[in-house]
Protein backbone atom coordinates (compact mmCIF):
# COMPACT_ATOMS: atom_id res chain seq x y z
CA UNK A 1 0.00 0.00 0.00
CA UNK A 2 1.46 3.09 -0.88
CA UNK A 3 0.30 6.73 0.91
CA UNK A 4 1.19 9.93 -0.09
CA UNK A 5 1.10 12.81 2.49
CA UNK A 6 0.68 16.31 1.16
CA UNK A 7 -0.95 19.54 2.97
CA UNK A 8 1.70 20.56 5.17
CA UNK A 9 3.52 24.01 6.35
CA UNK A 10 3.62 26.80 8.23
CA UNK A 11 1.29 28.76 9.97
CA UNK A 12 0.64 31.32 12.67
CA UNK A 13 -1.22 30.26 15.92
CA UNK A 14 -4.86 29.93 15.57
CA UNK A 15 -4.52 29.28 11.85
CA UNK A 16 -6.26 26.55 9.21
CA UNK A 17 -4.40 23.58 7.43
CA UNK A 18 -5.89 20.66 5.32
CA UNK A 19 -3.35 17.49 5.47
CA UNK A 20 -4.41 15.22 2.38
CA UNK A 21 -3.32 11.62 2.43
CA UNK A 22 -3.54 9.60 -1.02
CA UNK A 23 -3.62 5.88 -1.81
CA UNK A 24 -3.57 5.89 -5.32
CA UNK A 25 -2.86 2.48 -6.31
CA UNK A 26 -5.08 0.78 -3.89
CA UNK A 27 -8.12 -1.26 -4.88
CA UNK A 28 -11.59 0.58 -4.11
CA UNK A 29 -12.82 -2.55 -2.48
CA UNK A 30 -9.88 -2.38 -0.30
CA UNK A 31 -9.83 0.80 0.43
CA UNK A 32 -13.88 1.23 1.48
CA UNK A 33 -12.59 -1.66 4.01
CA UNK A 34 -9.39 -0.39 6.10
CA UNK A 35 -9.21 1.79 8.84
CA UNK A 36 -7.49 5.47 8.11
CA UNK A 37 -5.65 7.78 10.56
CA UNK A 38 -3.00 10.34 10.96
CA UNK A 39 -0.55 10.22 13.41
CA UNK A 40 2.30 12.96 14.28
CA UNK A 41 5.49 13.20 15.95
CA UNK A 42 7.35 16.44 18.02
CA UNK A 43 10.94 16.28 17.77
CA UNK A 44 12.21 14.35 20.70
CA UNK A 45 8.35 12.32 21.35
CA UNK A 46 6.56 9.32 20.33
CA UNK A 47 5.05 9.25 17.55
CA UNK A 48 0.90 9.64 18.52
CA UNK A 49 -2.07 9.00 17.21
CA UNK A 50 -4.33 12.29 16.14
CA UNK A 51 -7.20 10.93 14.86
CA UNK A 52 -8.75 8.04 12.87
CA UNK A 53 -11.91 7.12 10.55
CA UNK A 54 -13.03 3.44 10.07
CA UNK A 55 -14.00 1.77 7.24
CA UNK A 56 -17.67 2.73 8.04
CA UNK A 57 -16.61 6.08 8.91
CA UNK A 58 -16.77 6.25 12.75
CA UNK A 59 -14.20 9.06 13.98
CA UNK A 60 -11.82 8.86 16.76
CA UNK A 61 -9.21 11.93 18.05
CA UNK A 62 -7.07 12.43 20.48
CA UNK A 63 -8.41 14.93 23.53
CA UNK A 64 -5.86 17.48 22.51
CA UNK A 65 -7.41 18.00 19.06
CA UNK A 66 -11.12 17.15 19.80
CA UNK A 67 -12.64 19.61 18.61
CA UNK A 68 -10.42 21.37 16.12
CA UNK A 69 -9.60 18.58 13.98
CA UNK A 70 -12.04 16.81 11.42
CA UNK A 71 -10.88 13.60 9.63
CA UNK A 72 -12.96 12.60 6.57
CA UNK A 73 -12.34 10.20 3.94
CA UNK A 74 -13.32 10.07 -0.20
CA UNK A 75 -13.54 6.12 -0.69
CA UNK A 76 -13.82 7.18 -4.61
CA UNK A 77 -10.50 9.14 -4.19
CA UNK A 78 -8.63 6.24 -2.01
CA UNK A 79 -8.19 9.52 -0.18
CA UNK A 80 -8.44 10.64 3.56
CA UNK A 81 -7.96 14.52 4.93
CA UNK A 82 -7.38 16.38 8.52
CA UNK A 83 -8.50 19.23 8.29
CA UNK A 84 -6.79 21.30 11.18
CA UNK A 85 -8.37 24.48 13.06
CA UNK A 86 -7.14 26.74 15.72
CA UNK A 87 -3.46 25.64 15.17
CA UNK A 88 -1.74 25.77 18.50
CA UNK A 89 2.14 25.63 18.46
CA UNK A 90 2.34 22.46 20.40
CA UNK A 91 0.68 21.48 17.05
CA UNK A 92 3.93 21.26 15.23
CA UNK A 93 4.65 17.87 14.48
CA UNK A 94 5.59 15.51 11.18
CA UNK A 95 1.85 14.46 10.55
CA UNK A 96 1.82 10.74 9.34
CA UNK A 97 -1.12 8.98 7.47
CA UNK A 98 -1.15 5.30 8.57
CA UNK A 99 -3.28 2.20 7.65
CA UNK A 100 -3.08 -1.11 8.24
CA UNK A 101 -4.11 -4.41 6.35
CA UNK A 102 -4.33 -7.39 8.88
CA UNK A 103 -1.42 -6.80 10.93
CA UNK A 104 1.03 -5.28 8.75
CA UNK A 105 0.81 -0.96 8.87
CA UNK A 106 1.50 1.01 6.21
CA UNK A 107 2.68 5.13 6.81
CA UNK A 108 2.55 7.60 4.49
CA UNK A 109 5.88 9.78 3.96
CA UNK A 110 5.04 12.21 6.38
CA UNK A 111 4.45 15.88 6.40
CA UNK A 112 5.37 18.43 8.27
CA UNK A 113 3.05 21.40 9.92
CA UNK A 114 5.13 24.09 11.94
CA UNK A 115 2.68 26.68 14.30
CA UNK A 116 4.39 29.66 15.48
CA UNK A 117 2.89 31.55 18.18
Known amino acids: VQLQASGGGSVQAGGSLRLSCAAP???????????MGWYRQAPGKQRELVAV???????NYADSVKGRFTISRNNNKRAVSLQMNSLKPNDTAVYYC?????????WGQGTLVTVSS
Open 25 to 35: GTILSVFVSND
Open 53 to 59: ITSSGNT
Open 98 to 106: HTKRGLTPY
